[in-house]
């Protein structure tokens, strides 16, 4: 499927006057069929809703709780996965880097990267991003206070002015938003966090509605989830302000190797959109009523 350059330059919605758009996906690479089924998706919605999207998938999951859990395809098949997605459906596609070296080889094939939120203080990983020719999204950590996330931002900039390449002096960068810790077994998001994020960083801020849904440790030993909440934190996001959304998405999330209990099912996904992108039209409306005077 042909997607128009509107929607498939990444490099435009990584900017704080760009449009809305979505990151979606598997949380972990899986093989060429499931990989393709949710590809495909995706493209139909993005063509059908006129909305960009952006695929997401992670060929390792190095912080599983357990050394028994699931990682994924490691870094050369996981790459290769990635370029036939982007190949059969013309999505860019954004995938996680865990250590500086892994960044160009993903750059080259992917037209996004990510930073892991627990990795986002992690000064060489990001100076190594930045000097990839690659908009680059952060997670924000769950103990990070808004405010704090300016110096990973930072950090990515500083790592493309080192790069010799002209286009990544021009690459974005963006801050996803995926709760904070509260206790030991819960994750809560502050709706003043995509404001306040925004200011600091200078960069569009995205909502991760499937993470922030997480109750770590409460899994067996890995992450439990409360999905049901899913649609009313992203429905309030938006309306705070939220510029893109990012959602783990699976035709059977109850079979999926990671992440499981706190995924999006993938037929919910276009309901849920299509009732994002009309708020989104309420809220442009509203912005723009003339001040009454009395």
């Not at 880097?97 to 000064?123: G, K, N, S």
Request: proline share 9%.
């Amino acid at each position: 499927m042909a997607i128009p350059e509107t929607r498939s330059d990444p490099g435009r919605l990584f900017t704080r006057d760009g449009p809305f758009f979505l990151i979606a996906g598997p949380c972990l690479l899986e093989e060429d069929a499931l990989n393709l089924q949710v590809g495909d998706a995706l493209a139909r919605i993005s063509e059908d809703l006129d909305l960009p999207v952006i695929f997401k998938a992670s060929f390792d999951k190095a912080n599983r709780s357990q050394p028994t859990s699931p990682r994924g395809p490691g870094l050369e098949a996981g790459l290769e996965r990635l370029e036939r997605v982007h190949a059969e459906t013309g999505l860019p596609v954004l995938t996680d880097i865990h250590e500086p070296d892994q960044a160009v080889p993903a750059a080259q094939a992917c037209q996004v990267l990510q930073i892991p939120a627990f990795l986002c203080r992690q000064t060489d990983l990001l100076l190594a991003a930045g000097a990839t020719d690659r908009p680059v999204n952060i997670k924000k950590g769950q103990w990070m206070a808004p405010p704090e996330m300016a110096g990973a931002a930072a950090k990515v900039r500083a790592g493309r002015e080192r790069s010799e390449d002209e286009v990544a002096a021009e690459a974005g960068v963006a801050i996803t938003e995926r709760g904070t810790f509260f206790g030991y077994g819960d994750l809560i998001v502050d709706m003043r966090s995509f404001l306040r994020l925004a200011a600091a960083t200078k960069a569009p801020v995205i909502f991760d509605g499937t993470h922030s849904v997480q109750r770590p440790g409460l899994g067996q030993g890995a992450s439990g989830g409360e999905p049901e909440f899913i649609p009313p934190l992203v429905r309030a996001a938006v309306v705070a302000g939220a510029q893109g959304l990012f959602l783990e998405v699976h035709p059977n999330p109850s079979e999926a190797p990671s992440d499981s209990t706190n995924m999006l099912s993938l037929p919910a996904l276009r309901p849920l959109l299509e009732e994002v992108l009309a708020l989104r039209d309420v809220v442009g409306r509203l912005h723009h009523v003339e001040p009454r005077h009395g």
